[in-house]
């Protein structure tokens, strides 16, 4: 089973990847950011306070988070592995995930980190808010979103890095060069 984290800052392309990374080795899709915006257009009170919190650039509460991927997961019982994306973004959330692999009994292979110059993140996630229309793509909750990140969630790449599972992949060029750096870390590690 392989079961990895895809990680980087808002706009580095991650969820790009993902769907990439997801086809070729089969794996079950957790985007925590996707079970949480589909939690929001369904208009529920647990919608309203994820939006209240997300439109403001800050993250959700780690006991949310982790009861919706128990839940994915459950619902997903014959996966060939999993692949988080937006998760963990906190060192709780790392310790969490750990915990939830033991659980699980399996095997957690590590963190692919993309690395993105930050003036290039604003400028993709600016370019992105003007073909989405999402409310998290405006400059100042850009700003806000990578403040948070580099706070909060770059000590999980420390983390990780102390446990020798964190491989960084530069997350520049084009779509095909990115993917490919990605599936050299992973055969490289699994192989």
Same mark, same amino acid.
């Given at each position: 089973?392989?079961?990895?984290?895809?990680?980087?800052?808002?706009?580095?392309?991650?969820?790009?990847?993902?769907?990439?990374?997801? #086809?070729?080795?089969?794996?079950?899709?957790?985007?925590?950011? /996707?079970?949480?915006?589909?939690?929001?257009?369904?208009?529920?009170?647990?919608?309203? !306070?994820?939006?209240?919190? $997300?439109?403001?650039?800050?993250?959700?509460?780690?006991?949310? +988070?982790?009861?919706?991927?128990?839940?994915?997961?459950?619902?997903?019982?014959?996966?060939?592995?999993?692949?988080?994306? @937006?998760?963990?973004?906190?060192?709780?959330?790392?310790?969490?995930? !750990?915990?939830?692999? &033991?659980?699980?009994?399996?095997?957690?292979?590590?963190?692919?980190?993309?690395?993105?110059?930050? #003036?290039?993140?604003?400028?993709?996630?600016?370019?992105?808010? =003007?073909?989405?229309?999402?409310? /998290?793509? =405006? !400059?100042?909750? +850009?700003?806000?979103?990578? =403040?948070?990140?580099?706070?909060?969630?770059?000590?999980?790449?420390?983390?990780?890095?102390?446990?020798?599972?964190?491989?960084?992949?530069?997350? $520049? @060029?084009?779509? &095909?060069?990115?993917?490919?750096?990605?599936?050299?870390?992973? !055969?490289?590690?699994?192989?």
């Amino acid at each position: 089973m392989l079961n990895l984290a895809i990680f980087g800052p808002p706009g580095a392309g991650k969820g790009t990847q993902s769907g990439r990374l997801v #086809e070729k080795y089969g794996l079950l899709y957790i985007s925590t950011g /996707d079970i949480l915006r589909k939690e929001t257009a369904s208009g529920s009170e647990l919608g309203q !306070e994820i939006n209240r919190i $997300t439109s403001q650039g800050h993250f959700v509460s780690d006991d949310l +988070i982790m009861r919706i991927i128990r839940k994915t997961i459950r619902e997903n019982p014959h996966a060939n592995g999993i692949l988080f994306d @937006g998760f963990p973004r906190t060192l709780s959330q790392a310790a969490l995930l !750990e915990g939830l692999m &033991d659980e699980l009994t399996t095997r957690f292979f590590g963190v692919l980190g993309l690395e993105v110059p930050r #003036e290039e993140l604003i400028e993709r996630l600016l370019n992105r808010g =003007k073909v989405s229309g999402r409310a /998290d793509d =405006k !400059e100042a909750v +850009i700003i806000e979103r990578l =403040k948070e990140y580099e706070e909060k969630t770059w000590p999980v790449a420390t983390y990780f890095m102390e446990r020798n599972r964190y491989y960084p992949v530069d997350g $520049t @060029g084009t779509l &095909d060069q990115i993917f490919n750096r990605l599936v050299s870390q992973i !055969e490289k590690h699994t192989c």
